[in-house]
């Protein structure tokens, strides 16, 4: 467990502010609302913690991203057995999630596949779709896998943008990247500037197989 305490931070934060999906929509908040989601000491509020446990009720949330969020969140408010780090203060341009995922027999029997996602924030002409001002490409890559299968819709990111409160929840699919393989897929979000907080989880669909990863997170700063 001690090797895993740097991984839940990034996803409560996710989870702090994914919380806002549960009213549906696009949510409007006051500057002392935006306040109220955590304590002095930057923890999330007993308010942020209800809020957080109702968007992992939600029907269409995945049953494992939601427990991921229920987990993450307990951790993040010192419910939990272990504390976290601080997020780092800077984000790159180019930003990884923060660890890679596996899918178990994915490759064959006994064989695993790693996976790793991206995001890119816009203007970029690549990796495709791109992305314009204020929009993020998000690229999810399984190491060791065939080409993707050219109908997706099983893999999501859950995001929001903590400066203007928009969320969605943007299903990744085949663009061409990698077309001969390891099956890679992408999708831009229109997320807007500011920072966005992303859960990527679901299954990946090979041309031979559907591969299912476990969520992982990141903070983006989209200028």
């Known amino acids: 467990m001690r090797k895993y305490r740097s991984l839940f931070r990034p996803v409560v934060a996710a989870a702090c502010a994914a919380g806002l999906l549960a009213t549906g929509g696009v949510a409007k908040q006051t500057a002392h ?6 304590d002095p000491l930057g923890r ?8 957080v446990n109702a968007f992992a009720d939600q029907p269409y949330v995945p049953q494992e991203v939601g427990n991921a969020l229920r987990t993450a969140v307990q951790f ?9 780090p601080p997020l ?3 984000a790159p341009r180019f930003t990884q999630f923060y660890w890679p995922t596996v899918s178990g027999n994915c490759i064959g029997e006994g ?8 995001a890119v924030p816009g203007p970029a002409s690549s990796p495709a779709p791109g992305a314009a001002a204020g929009q993020t490409t998000f690229v999810f890559t ?8 050219k109908q997706q819709g099983q893999l999501n990111v859950y995001w929001i943008n903590v400066n203007n409160f928009r969320t969605g929840v943007t299903p990744l699919g085949n663009n061409g990247i990698n077309p001969t393989g390891p099956a890679t897929l992408s999708a831009t979000a229109d997320t807007g500037s500011g920072r966005v907080l992303a859960v990527v989880a679901g299954s990946v ?14 903070s983006i700063d989209v200028r």
């Open 76 to 84: 993040y408010a010192g419910t939990g057995e272990l504390g976290g």
């Open 205 to 218: 669909r090979t041309v031979d197989r559907v591969c299912p990863f476990a969520p992982t997170a990141a």
């Open 88 to 90: 780092p203060a800077d």
């Open 33 to 38: 609302a935006q306040s109220s989601f955590l």
């Open 111 to 118: 064989l695993h596949s790693t996976a790793s996602a991206i």
């Open 142 to 149: 399984a190491l060791g896998t065939p080409a993707a299968a």
């Open 44 to 51: 999330p509020t007993p308010q942020t913690v209800a809020r």
